[in-house]
């Protein structure tokens, strides 16, 4: 479960709170309450969109943030390389597998998806899209910290406005692969996959 309460419909209709309204009519069915009866039209738990409904001004701007896909120039290929090598870098179930949904939907081969997570021993994708993954790497396992022959690949290849977009959205779902982790949302509603598979009792007093 969530480690943050759930908005049920009735608390979303009760603070007449339409644009939640209106998410939760699209992802779920219409009149349908996604915590009592949760999961999405397209498969996920659907959990993400009940606990960022606590606060309205959170919600506007995330979806705000999604919106965002129908204005940018850069190649959606580009985009989702970038988003799911975030989820596979950021250790996110959830965003790694809705991007790898995405990428699906635009044509990529699986053979190339797959490929993602070890994209340093492929020979798959092309010197651009390396330099894609280099970037990601260097954003979310890096702290930002990237090689100027990295970013000077990307410039031979983009112009300075879309590696700006792929830089922040890039780091918009690294940000949410951690809050998803954080707040055991979705896919990433698990237990910490690291502990001691031996357990020790304590030394005797």
Not at 46 to 58: C, K, M, S, Y
Not at 77 to 106: I, K, N
Request: glycine share 6%; aromatic share 10%.
């Amino acid at each position: 479960m969530p480690r943050l309460r759930q908005v049920s419909r009735a608390e979303a209709t009760e603070r007449d709170d339409k644009l939640v309204q209106f998410f939760y009519d699209l992802l779920f069915g219409e009149g349908r309450d996604p915590v009592a009866e949760p999961g999405t039209t397209d498969g996920t738990p659907g959990d993400w969109w009940t606990v960022f409904a606590l606060d309205h001004a959170v919600f506007k701007h995330c979806v705000a943030g999604f919106q965002l896909y129908r204005e940018v120039s850069l190649d959606p290929v580009l985009r989702e390389l970038g988003q799911t090598r975030a989820g596979w870098a950021r250790g996110s179930r959830f965003v790694y597998a809705q991007h790898r949904r995405q990428m699906r939907a635009l044509g990529v081969p699986e053979d190339k998806i797959q490929a993602v997570a070890h994209w340093e021993v492929s020979d798959l994708f092309d010197p651009l899209e390396r330099a894609v993954l280099a970037y990601a790497d260097a954003l979310v396992l890096n702290g930002g910290r990237v090689h100027d022959e990295v970013f000077e690949t990307l410039r031979r290849h983009l112009p300075d406005e879309q590696i700006l977009e792929l830089t922040y959205v890039t780091c918009l779902y690294d940000m949410h692969a951690t809050m998803a982790k954080a707040l055991r949302l979705e896919f990433d509603d698990r237990e910490d996959p690291v502990e001691d598979p031996v357990e020790t009792p304590p030394p005797s007093a």
